[in-house]
C-alpha cells in the first residue's frame, strides 16, 4: 500500500467536486485506489506516505479523440472546412507515415506530450498502414499509457495512397490485437485495439459490414466521426440514402453501440439520430476546439447531457491546435456560454465541476474505472503545483478553476497512470 497526501480534488458526479484539503490517498500495490481519507484510520498508519505538500492531486486526463499522424499540423489550415482541410493537409500528411523512420520521429513527439499535457488515457486515429500503427502502440506501451489504437480503414473518397482493402482491416486489427497484447509490460496501463472506419464518406458498405463483422466477432470497441459538419452530413446521405439519419449509417452495420462506441463531434445530432445514440449509449467525445477551428459547428453537448447520453471531451489535433486537455475544458466552457447566449438562457452551459467530469471520470469510464479517486478506480493521477496562481485566502475550489483557466502543463510535477509514477518518455 502507498499513501499520497496533498490537496485532493476530484468529480465523483458531475454535479461537484470531492475536496479534501491536505487529504490522504491510499493506493494499493495493483494501482487502485482504496480509499481517500481527511484524517489516516488505524490500518493504514505503518504505510509510507508521500507528502505534496500544498499541491494539487487530481486525476489524469482522457483524450477521447486524437489524430496522432496529424501531429506535424498543428496550428496549420485553420482558414478551411473540413472536406478542403482533409484533401489539402491532412490526407498528404498521412500517407507519409508509410515510411516507419517518419513515423517514429512524429509519434515519439506525440506521445512525450501526451506525457506532458497529463494525458493519462487516449483514444488515437493511427492510419492505414499496419507497421507504423504498431509502433505507436509499442511507444505507448513503453511510456506506461493507457490507449486504444486504431488501424484506420479507408476504401473510397481518398488518396490512393490512403486506401486500404476490408481484408488488409482484418488482418491488421488482428495482428494489431495479437502484438499488442504480447508485448504489454506488466504493471503498466493497456494499450489496446480499437476499430476505426474513419468515417461513412471513405468506407463502402462491404468495408462497413466487414468493420461490423470484426466488432462482433471480437467484441471490440469502435471509434469514428458523426455529424461535423452540414457539407459532409449531406453527402453521407446521398451515400447512404437508406439510412434514417447519419448515426443510423453505422448502427445498420453493426457500429454504432453494439459494442462500445466512440462518435467524435456530434455537432448536429437531433431528433431520431439523438434518441437511437440515447438507445444505444453512445458516447459522444465533444471536441469544441476543432469545431471551432474547422467552422463546423457547436455540439448541443447540455442536451446529450439532459437525454442521458454520455459525453467525453477530445483535442482532435490538427483540428484541434493543441493537445492539452485543459484547454479543450476551457473550450467546452466558453463555447457552452455562447450556446446559452444564442439560446437566450434555454440551454443552460456547463459548470466547472460538469466540463471537468467530462475530461475525468466521464471519458475514463471508456477504460474502465478511470478518472475518479473513488475505490476502486484505477490511480490515474497528476500533482500539480499551482503555487504562482494560489493567492492567500483562495479556496481549493478557487484553485481548481484557476488552473482550469491559466495553468499548463508546466504545473504538472507527477503523473501517475494504474498507480505507477512515469517517467518522461524519450523522443
Known sequence: MKIYRANIIFTPSAERFEVLERGYVAVTDDG?????????????????????????????????HVHAPQYRNMGLAMDLELLPWL??????????????????????????????????????????????????GRLLQEAGLGAYVGLVGMNRNCPDGLRNSSEEVV????????????????????????????????????????YGRLAQQYHLPVQSHLSENVREIAWVKSLEPDAETYGHAYYRYGLFGQTP????????????????????????????????????????VRTFLDNGVPVALGTDISGGNHLSVLRVIQYALQVSKLQYAATKGNKAFLTLSEAFYLATKSGGSFFGKVGSFEPGYAFDALVVDDSYLNFAGYSLLNRIERYVYLGDDRDIKHRFCNGKELAEPKM
Open 171 to 210: 488482418a491488421g486489427t488482428e495482428r494489431l490485437m495479437q502484438e499488442l497484447a504480447a508485448s504489454g509490460r506488466e504493471g503498466y496501463a493497456p494499450v489496446q485495439a480499437i476499430l476505426t472506419p474513419r468515417f461513412v464518406p471513405s468506407c463502402t458498405e462491404e468495408m462497413l459490414d466487414t
Open 32 to 64: 487502485l485506489v482504496e480509499g481517500t481519507y481527511q484524517q489516516l484510520p488505524p490500518h493504514l498508519q505503518s504505510a509510507p506516505i508521500t507528502d505534496y505538500g500544498d499541491m494539487l492531486l487530481i486525476p489524469g486526463f482522457a483524450d477521447l
Open 261 to 300: 462506441t466512440l462518435m467524435a463531434h456530434c455537432c448536429y445530432t437531433d431528433g431520431a439520430e439523438l434518441e437511437l445514440m440515447k438507445k444505444q449509449q453512445v458516447m459522444v467525445v465533444h471536441c469544441p476546439t476543432s469545431n471551432c477551428n474547422l467552422a463546423s459547428g457547436m455540439a448541443p
Open 87 to 136: 484533401n489539402t493537409y491532412t490526407f498528404p500528411e498521412e500517407q507519409k507515415f508509410a515510411d516507419c523512420a517518419y513515423a517514429e520521429k512524429i509519434y515519439r513527439r506525440f506521445v512525450h506530450e501526451l506525457w506532458m499535457q497529463g494525458t493519462m488515457r487516449s483514444a488515437i486515429f493511427a492510419t492505414i498502414h499496419q507497421e507504423a500503427t504498431l509502433l505507436l
